[in-house]
């Protein structure tokens, strides 16, 4: 190895193996991508985290691409349906 570093910012987005303390996670970041947790209880924490453990992938890599595609997705709330209630 040549470098070895905690993490590592690509593309505005911050890797690593843990998922860091939201303080370190700069604002201006889309989020922090990790592993780690596997699929343990409380594995996946929402935005800004991403946990690309193999069990959340179907045991497939992922292009950045698809990475900066899922954090979108997950910071961005899913549509609801209007409500049909008139009361």
Not at 5 to 23: E, M, Q
């Amino acid at each position: 190895f040549e470098k070895i570093a905690a993490t590592r910012l690509i593309d505005n987005v911050l890797f690593s193996h843990i998922p860091v303390h939201p303080h370190s996670v700069p604002k201006w970041c889309r989020g922090n991508v990790h592993g780690h947790l596997h699929n343990n209880p409380g594995s996946l924490l929402g935005a800004p985290y991403l946990n690309i453990c193999v069990e959340h992938t179907g045991y497939a890599p992922l292009s950045l691409e698809e990475v900066k595609e899922r954090l979108v997705n997950q910071a961005t709330p899913a549509p609801t349906e209007p409500s049909n209630d008139q009361g």
